[in-house]
Each structure stands twice: as structure tokens, then as C-alpha cells.
């Protein structure tokens, strides 16, 4: 009998968009540490850069690109390889899971936060509420981090306190990527809305959501008692550029609510797909002469409901791209420029002599 997969890779790169968002204008309310955080346990051995990018370019003329990324702010995934350097620096136009315009998110992540009057613990209830704040004070934090949230948000966080004081000083990968269009002059914007993010979550019961904590909570504990550290066994598989892996990843989230985990799951990952496939497709027939990047979280690419064959199933030819393919990448938009040149050509051509054809019959 087949094992039952579990989920964390795509709950991790789908909604952490949102949350590492949060952590751009929550560094002031990071406390200082509590107490000298808990040695982290020993991570499955990750390189130390990238060696094969998730980057896959759309054939056709000119050419645009699809960039997995990861919502993370670690030195090894913001340090980008030449080839998705250069295809960022020659686009016209850069879209994110979210458009990361921060004066606007910032208003809109209200629908993390609780609501008035609402309390964590009384959310949670108090056995669960301590268990996670026992967890939080190993990290040497407090819970002053994520009292004010929702139990789902707390939730999206707990995999993650590693890497709050990075979070709270570097921005994540997408972050990086679009500012930096952003400061070439590049069209930038998103493919969702935060409000469509956290929607995901919009009607989870206080009961469903505090099982949402608890069974997250326990999985982390657990891979951490075995000396896995869930983010850095993801970004071993990122870096190494796995898709096949990554795939297989995809069912990796504990829930012990089956029914729950269908609902959330189907709307975390394929309903959101086909999301973004149809507005991927929109933009390139709205701006066919455009060079076009979308970077989206590395786990909307693989698989059957996958961004990558739902646009295949619509009729586009999408390429992998390898780390040092730059040179190739360019000389692939040069040929494809190049053809849609000859095409125009003979078109004109074509009219040339059609003007011809009627000049000639109206001397006559």
C-alpha cells in the first residue's frame, strides 16, 4: 500500500508571500530575543548556491520567462545566477505572486490580524495557546511576535522563527526580483491580490484553524527531534533546482482533518494555478511584444493542475532553462526578434505588391 503523502513544501511557497510581507513592516515589534535561541538541529546538507534555477522560458516572439522562486530572504536564493540576472534585466514587464508595493499591503493585512476585542489565547485555547508559546520561547522569542494574528497566520509562521531575524532585516527572493525591475524601469505588478491569498483561509472555523496550528506545530517538532529543519530541507531541494522532487512535495502537510486538508489544499495550489495560468495567458495576449517574467512560488509549477501544463494544455511551448543557458537564452530571444522581423517583411512585401496589383488595374 502507497504511503499517504503529507504536505509543507507548497503550504510554505504558496501562502508565505503574505507572511514574508508582514515581516517587512513588523521588524520594529520583533522583540529582542528572550534568551540565547536553541541550537538549530542538524539540517540535511544544502549547497551553498544554486545549481540548476527553476526558470522556464515561453517560446514565443519575442520570448517570456517563468521563475520559480521561494519566499525566503536567504543569501543562497537572493544571489541570482547570471541567466535569471539577465533575463530580469531584459524584460519589459515583472509580475509576483502579489504586486509588493508595501504602502498598500500594509493597509491590506488587517485580514491577518485578529479582531477586536479577540485574543490568541482565547482563540487557540489555553493548552494549545502555551504549547505554542513554549515552542516560540526555544526559538528565544515571545508570543508578543503573533499575538495579534489569526491562528492560520500564527500557523504560516511556526515553520519559520529560524529565519525571523532575517525576515526582519533582508527581503525575500520576490521581494529582491521586483525591485529590481522596479529600479530598471521595468512594468512591475501581481498576479493575485492579498485579500485572494488570504482568502484561502477566509472560512476556516476557530476549530479548523486551531488544528490547522496544532497538527503544523507537532510536524515541526517532530522533523526537528530527527534533526530535519523543514526550511532547510526546502531550500535543499530549491537550490538544487529538484522539480521532480518538489513535486513529490507537494502532498507533504499534516492534517489530520481529512476533509480539511482537501478544501484548503485544493484552494491553496490548483485553484490558484489555474489563476494565474489564465491572467499568465491575459498579459502575454494583451502585450504580445512585451518580454514578460512571472515569478511565482516553485511549488504552482510542477504536477498535472501545474502552472507549466496548464499552459501547455493551452497551447504554449515552455523550455527549462539551465544555469548557464544565458548566452543561449539571448541568442533564442535574438532568433525568435529575428523571425518575427522576417515576418513583418514579408508582409509588407505582400502589401507592396497587393498597392501594386491595384495601382496596375486602376491604370487601366
Known sequence: MTPTPRRSWPFLSSLFAVVALLQQWLPAQVPAPATKPAE???????????????LWRIELAPPSYLFGTIHLPDDRVTELPPVVADVIERCDALYTELPMDLALLMKQMGRMQLPEGTTLRSALGDELYDEVAAYVQTKGMTMALLDRLQPWAVGAQLGLLDQMKD?????????????????????????????????????????????????????????????????????????????????????????????????????????????????????????????????????????????????????????????????????????????????????????????????EAGAK
Not at 42 to 54: I, S, Y
Not at 270 to 294: G, K, S, T, W
Open 40 to 54: 538549530a538541529p542538524a539540517a540535511v546538507a544544502a549547497p551553498t548556491q544554486v545549481e540548476r534555477p527553476l
Open 167 to 359: 525576515m526582519a532585516t533582508k527581503q525575500p527572493l520576490d521581494m529582491v526580483i521586483y525591485q529590481r525591475a522596479k529600479r530598471g524601469g521595468k512594468k512591475v505588478g501581481g498576479l493575485e491580490t492579498v485579500e485572494e491569498q488570504a482568502g484561502v483561509f477566509a472560512d476556516m472555523t476557530q476549530a479548523e484553524q486551531r488544528t490547522f496550528v496544532r497538527d503544523g506545530l507537532a510536524d515541526i517538532k517532530k522533523k526537528e527531534a530527527e534533526g530535519v529543519h523543514p526550511t532547510e530541507e526546502l531550500l535543499r531541494l530549491y537550490l538544487k533546482g529538484d522539480d521532480a522532487a518538489i513535486d513529490a512535495r507537494i502532498n507533504d502537510f499534516p492534517l489530520t482533518d481529512a476533509k480539511l486538508k482537501k478544501r484548503l489544499m485544493t484552494r491553496l495550489i490548483d485553484d490558484r494555478n489555474v489563476a494565474m495560468a489564465d491572467r499568465i495567458v491575459r498579459r502575454l495576449q494583451e502585450a504580445p511584444e512585451r518580454v514578460q517574467v512571472f515569478a511565482v512560488g516553485a511549488a504552482h509549477y510542477p504536477g498535472k493542475m501545474g502552472v507549466l501544463e496548464l499552459l501547455r494544455q493551452r497551447g504554449y511551448r515552455v523550455t527549462r532553462l539551465e544555469l548557464a543557458a544565458d548566452g543561449t537564452a539571448r541568442a533564442a530571444e535574438a532568433a525568435a526578434v529575428d523571425a518575427v522581423i522576417a515576418d513583418r517583411q514579408r508582409e509588407i512585401e505582400a502589401l507592396r505588391a497587393r498597392r501594386a496589383q491595384l495601382a
